[in-house]
């Protein structure tokens, strides 16, 4: 039986939810591109079955904050998936501040093992600062997912060189997100 995983991306392209923007760089196109990616990544390998939360770019998912977080969830838990991960690029008002991070529920439990393999298949691939894996219990997608979730801050789209590595290799970001999943299972 295949692994299933839930890739969420990350923000709506308008309306509720929308996210971060930085250097000409808007986080939900960011999030979107990566997500197809590695869904097609993970399609190619038999052993996973993969969805998406957004699954053309314009789709808007909820009429709110809570119910486009909501939605995600929902359609994780209604599959039901096995692995969830949410996909996020991160903004700071200091420039300077830059790098991969991943959040999760609590330190020791699947989800957080999957969490470090995907932070450094991301590092090892595109090169960004390893910021370590944090501890958010107050995420509502980590909080309210009945499976090991996961939130990947792929990097700063406020930081020039981070926002130049996702506009240029978004699919070197899907791809370590990839290899740390398959680091995850070996």
């Given amino acids: 039986m295949a692994i299933r ?12 939810n929308t996210g ?13 591109t990566v997500g197809l ?11 996973f079955e993969v969805r998406l939360s957004r699954t053309s770019p314009g789709e ?21 998936a096995d ?33 470090q393999h995907v ?9 960004t600062r390893n910021n370590g894996v944090r501890v958010r219990p107050e995420l509502y997608v980590l909080r309210r997912t009945k499976m090991p979730a996961i939130l990947v801050e792929l ?3 406020t930081n020039a060189q981070d926002a130049l590595r996702l506009e240029t290799d ?6 370590g997100i990839m290899n740390g999943i398959l680091e995850y299972f070996a």
């Fill in 155 to 157: 990097a700063y789209l």
């Fill in 20 to 32: 971060a923007e930085g250097n000409g760089l808007i986080e939900q196109d960011i999030t979107y």
């Fill in 60 to 80: 808007i998912l909820g009429t709110s904050n809570a119910t486009s977080l909501a939605a995600r969830v929902q359609a994780a838990n209604d599959w039901p």
């Fill in 83 to 115: 692995y969830f991960i949410s996909i996020h690029c991160n903004a700071n008002e200091n420039p300077a501040i830059n790098g991969t991070e991943v959040y999760v529920y609590q330190e020791n439990t699947q989800a957080y093992w999957l969490a």
């Fill in 5 to 16: 995983i839930f890739i969420d991306q990350g923000h709506n392209p308008s309306g509720p």
């Fill in 119 to 127: 932070l450094n298949g991301i590092v090892q691939r595109t090169g």
């Fill in 170 to 175: 978004p699919f070197g970001f899907a791809q």
């Fill in 37 to 47: 990616y590695l869904a097609e990544l993970l399609s190619a390998d038999p052993r």
